[in-house]
């Protein structure tokens, strides 16, 4: 089975701390991805990668950057923390192309405040 | 810009009844993916069921199933015979070229006992 875990499934932070999140997946997928999750936003995506040391911009990038040194590991990085990141963090990967639809498979998620 | 709707933030059914999601999408490509993920309270997402919109038959799985109107841009999911184990939150998602996935606001199910 695929398994995805998140370093932590509850952090809290003060205001302009630097924050990571980190991910990783044993299925040796391409494709890694972070999400936000907010009531009534549903999942909206901020960064991906497809590739070590590639990254694209999702929809809502600002104020995050990401890492990928390693195939199996996708770090988010808030770099200067505010209240309006806190929020739900999901991470996901993916096999390329067409297999198996490009299913993603979740970690369990992080629930940051940010204080 | 490819868009996921689901208009129902909440829904509930009697445990050994039939629930119905909706979700609908708005896109100009002629080849995409659909999919219904499930997030149980406190556990990971996991995909319930997905369909391939050049096939015509709706996909099934187990007591899960899905309405795909192509033409009206609609993706439902059907759930039968319900067990206190559905209840999470669904999301409807959309994938055409690439990798990513575009999801809807999400649905809220109660199995009431």
């Known amino acids: 089975d695929v398994k995805v875990t998140q370093s932590s499934r509850y952090l809290v932070k003060r205001t302009g701390e630097k924050v990571f999140l980190e991910c990783v997946q044993d299925?040796?997928?391409?494709?890694m991805f972070w999400y936000r999750q907010d009531p009534g936003l549903g999942l909206r995506l901020i960064y991906f990668s497809y590739d070590v040391k590639m990254k694209e911009k999702g929809d809502i990038p600002e104020g995050y950057s990401v890492s990928r040194e390693k195939k199996e590991r996708f770090s988010l990085i808030l770099e200067s923390a505010s209240t309006n990141q806190t929020s739900m963090y999901l991470c996901a990967s993916s096999p390329p192309g067409q297999q198996n639809y490009n299913e993603q498979f979740f970690g369990p998620g992080t629930r940051l405040t940010v204080l | 810009a490819q868009t996921v709707t689901q208009s129902q933030p909440e829904m509930s059914v009697q445990e050994a009844e039939t629930v119905t999601l909706s979700c609908t999408y708005d896109?100009?490509?002629?080849?995409?993916?659909l999919f219904w993920y499930k997030q149980p309270p406190s556990r990971q997402m996991i995909l319930v069921i997905r369909q391939e919109a050049y096939k015509q038959q709706n996909a099934t799985e187990n007591r899960f199933s899905v309405n795909f109107q192509k033409a009206a841009k609609s993706f439902s999911l059907k759930i039968s015979d319900s067990q206190l184990g559905d209840a999470a939150m669904y999301f409807c998602?959309?994938?055409?070229?690439?990798?990513?996935?575009?999801f809807g606001e999400g649905t809220q199910l109660t199995v009431n006992p």
């Open positions: 998602a959309y994938r055409s070229g690439g990798s990513r996935l575009t």
């Open positions: 896109t100009s490509e002629s080849d995409y993916y």
């Open positions: 299925m040796d997928h391409e494709n």
